[in-house]
């Protein structure tokens, strides 16, 4: 048995039933399948976050890749965890892959473009998500690299391609690639990851037209892929399994805490904006954030600071480290990368990381977002699974990204013990 796992980037479970979302190859993969347009994503419900959970079948508690964007204490610098420009992925991910998994079994793996890739050993053919050409050209092995530039794909150009705007002419690659890794290498399992209706979204906003118009293209190119699929696989010898990793909110209004926290004279900032020094600190994770502090009596500095800045306007909720179990985070005393309060924004408001001025909101940079915690409605994501084994025709309730791994796991016959997610029993014929 093989299987392909296809990861669509903030495709939120609400465009199942819209009309406007032209999705006619998942559609009919799902008229043979099973589909659930209620899966339930990790907190902080960002790409890095959830898309290890989706591979590991546990929470950022234990998986410890807890944001996109957090603060490395030892330098005082926010670092973005996207497009893995620092760390390779055993540096961030605590626990095995339903990759590492396979691999240990005796399966060959593959990845392209998944997150929190980079440099992994189990996968025997990996492009990870880089979006920075030095990255790509440094980082990318170099059997890779010479497979990119014989099936001509312009390597040259790969950082221009992974720019928020131009993300589609990277996801048509991503399609002929991962054909092409399907056919000459064979992996017996293959991650693939889209991005431009996440990238469309944040830009233009859930269910605009550029919206629509990237989930038409992103099912065109998973058709293409699929067509390059023996006639029979999916009912011989080949598992697809279609998931996202969270929804989508629309964003109109940026809360500036760290405006809030100048003004307390709890952080200085220089010319241009650069903060120099924070007793506290707001590193935004777009609908989430994380308050990092410094300094003696922590646990004092943050339920003052985390009753206070639950009242500006557009906070939804503020939890210290006693609240982490029950999100699913990991405390700063395990996991350094980890503030000492977590911040939500109410639905309509995003976090921004700017430290001048005097407003504490603004015009959003983007006006689509996603962060807060994954119960709310427009916030689910899409899982939809096909193949040998798998029920037809049948849509399930709600279900959490969790229980991917141990699921896909269990059809291919490869132990995957110790997590938190289940099998799904009631998909199987």
């Keep these: ?27 009919r993969l799902a008229e043979r399948g099973v589909v659930s347009p209620a899966m339930q994503a990790v907190f902080p419900t960002t790409t890095w976050p959830t898309h290890v959970s989706l591979a590991t079948g546990v929470s950022p508690v234990r998986h410890g890749v807890a ?91 790969q950082g ?12 048509g690659m991503v399609a002929e690639l991962a054909a092409s890794v399907w056919h000459r290498h064979r992996p017996d399992l293959m991650l693939v990851h889209y991005l431009c209706a996440d990238s469309h979204q944040h830009l ?3 269910k605009s037209p550029e919206a629509y118009w990237a989930i038409a293209y992103i099912d065109e190119r998973i058709g293409r892929l699929l067509d390059a699929l023996p006639e029979s696989a999916l009912d011989t010898d080949t598992l697809v399994f279609v998931v ?24 200085d900032v220089a010319a241009g904006g650069r903060i120099t020094r924070g007793a506290a600190r707001l590193v935004m994770n777009h609908g989430a954030g994380y308050v990092y502090l410094d300094g003696a009596d922590r646990d004092r500095l943050a339920r003052d ?6 009242k500006i306007e557009g906070v939804a909720g503020a939890w210290t480290e006693t609240d982490y179990a ?11 990368f980890v503030g ?31 962060g807060q915690r994954p119960e709310h409605a427009d916030n689910l994501a899409f899982f939809l699974a096909r193949g040998p084994g798998i029920r037809r025709g049948a849509t399930l309730p709600r279900l959490t990204s969790r229980d991917v791994a141990p699921t896909l796991a269990r059809l291919l016959g490869i132990p995957m013990p110790d997590v938190e997610g289940r099998t799904l029993v009631e998909i199987f014929a």
């Excluded at 691999?103 to 990870?128: E, V």
């Excluded at 221009?160 to 996801?171: C, G, N, Q, T, Y």
């Design 204 to 206: 233009y906003g859930p």
């Design 305 to 310: 600071l985390a009753s206070a800045v639950s």
């Design 340 to 370: 000492e309060i977590a911040l939500e924004a109410a639905p309509g408001y995003c976090f921004g990381d700017a430290a001048t001025g005097g407003d504490l909101h603004g015009a959003p940079k983007y006006r689509g977002t996603h």
């Design 244 to 267: 996202s990793d969270h929804g989508f909110l629309p964003s109109t209004r940026e809360i500036r805490v760290n405006v809030w926290l100048r003004q307390q004279g709890l952080l």
């Design 67 to 157: 944001a996109n964007h957090v603060l490395n204490r030892a330098t005082g610098e926010a670092e973005d965890f996207t497009g893995d420009p620092v760390y390779d992925a055993a540096d961030l991910v605590r626990v095995p892959t339903i990759y590492d998994r396979a691999h240990a079994a005796g399966r060959r793996c593959a990845a392209i473009d998944w997150p929190a890739t980079r440099n992994a050993p189990s996968l025997a053919f990996n492009l990870p998500f880089f979006k920075n050409q030095r990255v790509f050209e440094t980082q990318t092995s170099p059997a890779v690299w010479r497979e990119l530039g014989d099936l001509g794909f312009p390597v040259d150009r």
């Design 160 to 171: 221009e391609w992974a720019e928020l705007p131009k993300r589609f002419l990277k996801d």
């Design 326 to 336: 029950a999100l699913g985070i990991p405390t700063a005393a395990v996991n350094p």
């Design 1 to 27: 048995m093989r299987a392909l796992v296809i990861s669509i980037d903030g495709l939120a479970g609400f465009y199942w039933t819209d009309p406007l979302a032209r999705m006619p190859n998942l559609r």
